[in-house]
């Protein structure tokens, strides 16, 4: 059972756009919602994350928007750059006492920002 | 600051070979996961550790397992390799409360 659904699985940006990446939860018991970037033959690094008792956040060109409501968070690059080309991931993070903190993935976006 | 580091980065295996892919982390975190990667289908967690001496099942455990004898060193085997297998696999690490860092990967082809 997916309980984070990420959209779209592709994106195409001219440079200097805005590129928008979706999330969707399913699970009200999650506490914190991190987007990770991931390039080519790396590991997946933190960009920036939230919590739920915030509707934004951003850092530099990178935001969030979250809706508690709605169960929906996204990512909006400003600006993009070719440098920005990556898949990113969002996530969400459960924590209970006897499993611990556990982090569930959302299926990445491949991004593509055209000179 | 090493972080966290896998080992081997690339592995080819045969069918029914066994192999156990090495974490460690120098950031003192409780917290330690495994994941692998597949086209379209993001990260899925296999097992993971909140201490030393405790391990637990993710989402896919099955053909997987896992030991943490040491805190800063979670390992993974895999007893008895199959072609479902071929993966990236990720290790990462974290605080109770703090985000989670990620290895640089170990690609895994099982032939």
């Known amino acids: 059972q997916q309980q984070v659904k990420q959209s779209p699985q592709s994106l195409i940006v001219q440079k200097g756009g805005i590129s928008i990446i979706n999330c969707a939860y399913e699970n009200t018991a999650f506490d914190y919602f991190p987007w990770y970037q991931q390039f080519p033959g790396k590991g997946p690094a933190l960009l920036i994350a939230i919590r739920p008792d915030v509707s934004e956040k951003k850092e530099g060109r990178f935001t969030i928007s979250f809706n508690k409501s709605a169960k929906q968070f996204s990512l909006h690059i400003m600006d993009s750059q070719p440098g920005d080309s990556a898949t990113y991931f969002c996530?969400?993070?459960?924590?209970?006492?006897?499993?611990?903190?556990?982090?569930?993935f959302g299926e990445g976006t491949q991004l593509t920002v055209n000179p | 600051n090493a972080g966290v580091t896998q080992t081997p980065k690339f592995r080819v295996l045969k069918t029914g070979q066994s192999m156990t892919l090495l974490c460690a982390q120098d950031m003192n975190h409780e917290y330690m996961y495994w994941y692998r990667q597949d086209p379209g289908m993001g990260l899925r967690l296999i097992h993971y550790s909140v201490g030393e001496g405790t391990t637990a099942k993710g989402e896919v455990p099955d053909g997987y397992n896992v030991s943490r004898l040491k805190k800063q060193n979670f390992l993974l085997g895999l007893e008895s390799a199959a072609p479902s297998q071929t993966s990236v696999y990720f290790c990462?690490?974290?605080?109770?409360?703090?985000?989670?860092?990620f290895g640089q990967g170990t690609r895994l082809t099982v032939v």
């Open positions: 996530a969400a993070r459960g924590i209970s006492e006897t499993s611990g903190s556990r982090l569930t």
């Open positions: 990462a690490s974290s605080s109770v409360a703090g985000p989670a860092f």
